[in-house]
C-alpha cells in the first residue's frame, strides 16, 4: 500500500498522461483527415489553408510525443520497482 499523498500524485499523473494520449490521437487523425482531404482536392479553393493547417499540426505533434512518457512511470508499480526490495 502507498501513502495516499504518493496514491494521489500518481493518479495525477496517470490522469495527465491519459489527457496528453487523447490529444495526439486527436492531433494525429485531424492531420490525417486534412491529408485526405487535400490528395482528393489538391487544388480546391481550400487547399492552401489546409496545407497552412496540416503544417501547424505536424509542427506540434512532437511537441505532445514527449509526454506518452508519463503512461511508463504511471505504470510502474511499487512491487516492479529493483529498488524497492532493497
Known sequence: MIPPT???KLNALTDASD???AVLNSTVRHANDIERAIKLNPFGESAPDLKKE???LQ?????????K???RLADISPTASPQHNN
Do not use: F, G, T
Not at 59 to 67: C, E, F, N
Open 69 to 71: 512518457s508519463c503512461r
Open 59 to 67: 509542427a506540434v505533434l512532437p511537441a505532445h510525443r514527449p509526454r
Open 19 to 21: 489527457d496528453a494520449q
Open 54 to 56: 496540416l503544417a501547424r
Open 6 to 8: 504518493a496514491a494521489a
